[in-house]
């Protein structure tokens, strides 16, 4: 039991800055229950820094109230930067159980940020819709392409640095890697694709019979389709016709002769 109480607070002092909680790409899916006023931001952005002292009240503040508090560093979680679609800094977020709403008001005081949870007026403002839900599958892709793009910055600056490539030889460059790397993985898909096929196909396939019961017996008269009877009565009836056609001819030409 003591073991497990110090792991608890030492995971608590790496988490929490006071009683404002660091979010990350471990524990954000902590976001999706219970009532979270969320800060993007990030150190470099000047009105961030200013804004920090604000936040860190607003959490004292909230240690009486059912209301979490928590901050996102996007310099260092680029993915949930991604997922939440951050385009400005520093973006408030509103969530509660899972339904996201960004906070727009300009009044950012203390006072402003009290009434917006205590007065309720989150509820003025609609949820993001849900293809920008940051719970979907296709908006944590997208944070993964936010990772990308700042890996390729990362190597942008390593060329230039190492190598003094211009800014076009380093697009060349990055567009070469990534066009080879699509090819690799289209080839993958494929023969994925066509050993799947393959044994779907020996699967489906009928067993082969043994030769002895895939000769061909003889078939009787007796075993014929009736279509086939039907045929041939019908060629015996035709013969006859022309048969009794040629008779008829024949004795018109004769009385023709004694005429």
């Known amino acids: 039991k003591m073991a ?33 006023m969320v800060e993007f931001y990030a150190p470099w952005c000047p009105y961030c820094q200013t804004f920090a002292s604000v936040w860190e009240e607003y959490g004292s ?8 508090i928590g901050k996102v560093d996007v310099t260092e979680e680029p993915i949930l930067a991604g997922q939440f679609i951050i385009s400005q800094l520093p973006t408030i ?10 906070y727009t008001s300009n009044d950012r005081s203390l006072e402003g940020l009290q009434n917006y949870v205590e007065n309720g007026n989150w509820v003025k ?22 990772v990308f793009s700042r890996h390729a910055q990362v190597i942008e600056d390593y060329l230039r640095k190492e190598y003094n490539l211009p800014t076009w030889g380093i697009f060349v460059a990055i567009a070469g890697v990534t066009v080879l790397a699509g090819l690799l993985m289209g080839g993958l898909c494929i023969l994925l694709g066509e050993i ?23 078939v009787s008269k007796d075993q014929l389709p009736k279509k086939k009877e039907e045929e041939e009565e019908e060629k015996e009836v035709r013969g006859e016709e022309g048969r009794e056609g ?3 001819r024949s004795v018109d030409d004769k009385k023709l002769e004694e005429d």
């Not at 404002?20 to 471990?26: G, L, P, Q």
């Not at 403002?125 to 936010?146: A, C, E, K, N």
């Not at 799947?196 to 003889?218: D, F, G, Q």
């Open 4 to 36: 497990i109480f110090i792991l608890c607070f030492l995971i608590s002092l790496v988490t929490c800055n006071g009683a404002v909680v660091t979010i990350t790409s471990d524990n954000w899916n902590q976001l999706l229950t219970g009532e979270w």
């Open 61 to 68: 503040w909230a240690e009486d109230t059912d209301i979490n």
């Open 93 to 102: 977020l509103h969530i509660k159980d899972g339904e996201v709403r960004e």
């Open 125 to 146: 403002s609609d949820p993001i819709p849900w293809y920008s839900s940051p719970t979907s599958l296709h908006m944590r892709i997208v944070g993964y392409f936010f």
């Open 196 to 218: 799947i096929s393959r044994s779907r196909s020996k699967k489906t396939s009928p067993p082969k019979l043994p030769r002895e019961t895939r000769k061909l017996k003889p």
């Open 246 to 248: 040629l008779r008829q």
